[in-house]
């Protein structure tokens, strides 16, 4: 009988531990691994509704080799939420607002990139910002998802996120995506939100290609080298 | 108490099992425009298949849940030989090539279009591949399916039947 009783406090103990440690983890900034570099770029990686996958985080290492120092961010493990696109829509912008602002602080050029559907979190954070906040920002945004509906036969609606005047965004958009067609409209939604947008078609990559199960030869290479895809790209772009 | 449960999980069961393919029945909705090429470079449309059932789906060579349904579309069309039904895949914006290293790979009876600027997949609203139209003989929009299913079997055939059915004569095996 004692034992029982034992065991139904270290339960309780257990529970109150997982909510104390859920609510903790939804105050205030969220929980990011981070990878110094000296240089004078900090990107600020945030990973997409399925998670953090290895090749992300090979990839922020070598970055972080290279100069450019990297936050990565796993949003749905940070907020403890199932791995779904909903799951994006419902964090708290101020939490990534507040991350953003933190970044700016330490001096250094902040490039946001986001995979699929973060990029509405961090839209929504963005657009929370002073406009000179804003201007100084950079977003890079992997196959960015940002509907609310995307039916057959039926016009797309898109999510609001918030006023981006000033922001420069460039979408990354894998050639081998049902999205791929769609990108004119998402680029349009993203102008007329006010943000500065430009885009690059990926050639003969499929979306999520670092973390596919049956990944095509040329997928996987891509994979191992998606810091230099990323550092040229924020070359190219020239965001500064 | 456990009979009961036994009931319900049965139910949920077979109930699950026949919405598994997700056929969303549509009121007789006039079609897009279809205006795509075969792979010898000949326009079509969908007034070349006036008068037939028509399986018009939407599919790209680097999406697996499309090449999973591929082989099924193919015994669908060998099922139902000598009746009026038409499968039409029109590939969502890809190159001739890419298109054509699949099909080396997989005969397919049933011809193949190319939509490779993607404005058929933009005119018709298809935002996930695969994505299927079943039209009646009229050319009218009556089901539309996302994601992929077994053509030869279950509720896809018998949506197709239902479609054939409408059809005087002809439609019968």
């Known amino acids: ?240 | 108490m456990k009979r009961l449960l036994t009931v319900l999980a049965l139910g949920l069961l077979f109930n699950a099992g026949g919405q598994a393919a997700g056929f969303e029945a549509r009121e007789r909705l006039p079609a897009p425009e279809l205006r795509a090429s075969d792979l010898k470079g000949a326009s079509k449309t969908l007034a070349d298949y006036r008068g037939k059932v028509v399986v018009l789906n939407f599919w790209a060579s680097w999406c697996p849940p499309c090449l999973r349904e591929m082989p099924s579309l193919e015994r669908l069309r060998l099922k139902m030989a000598g009746r009026p039904l038409e499968i039409v895949a029109v590939d969502s914006a890809e190159t001739l090539e890419e298109v054509s290293a699949y099909l080396s790979r997989m005969k397919l009876g049933f011809p193949v279009l190319l939509d490779a600027d993607g404005s058929n997949t933009r005119r018709w609203k298809v935002f996930a591949l695969p994505t299927t139209f079943l039209l009646d003989a009229e050319g009218r929009i009556r089901y539309v399916l996302t994601g992929p299913t077994e053509w030869d079997e279950g509720e896809a055939l018998r949506v197709i039947e239902s479609l054939l059915a409408e059809l005087p004569q002809q439609g019968k095996p």
Not at chain 1, 70 to 79: F, M, Q, T
């Open chain 1, 1 to 240: 009988m004692r034992d029982i009783g034992l065991r139904m406090h270290f339960f309780r103990f257990l529970l109150l531990s997982l909510w104390a440690a859920a609510f903790g983890a939804q105050a205030g900034l969220p929980d990011y691994q981070s990878f110094p570099a000296s240089g004078d770029r900090l990107v600020l990686w945030v990973a997409s509704e399925r998670g953090r996958a290895e090749p992300e985080l090979r990839a922020a290492q070598r970055l972080a080799e290279q100069g450019t120092e990297v936050w990565s961010l796993d949003l749905v493990n940070a907020y403890f939420l199932p791995q779904l696109p909903s799951s994006m829509d419902e964090l708290p912008p101020q939490d990534l607002a507040d991350w953003l602002r933190a970044a700016q602080a330490g001096g250094k050029r902040v490039v946001v990139y986001a995979v699929a559907r973060a990029a509405v979190p961090v839209l929504r954070a963005v657009a929370l910002l002073d406009p000179a906040q804003r201007n100084r920002l950079c977003v890079m945004l992997m196959y960015p998802n940002l509907y609310t509906a995307a039916e057959p036969l039926a016009e797309p609606d898109y999510l609001d996120v918030g006023k981006l005047s000033g922001l420069r965004v460039r979408v990354l958009q894998p050639r081998r995506s049902a999205a791929t067609p769609w990108l004119p409209g998402q680029l349009d939604r993203l102008a007329l939100h006010g943000a500065e947008v430009s885009s690059v078609i990926l050639e003969n990559l499929r979306e999520g290609y670092w973390a596919r199960e049956t990944p095509t030869e040329f997928e996987v290479a891509e994979s191992q080298r998606m810091d230099a895809m990323l550092l040229r790209e924020l070359n190219t772009w020239g965001c500064k």
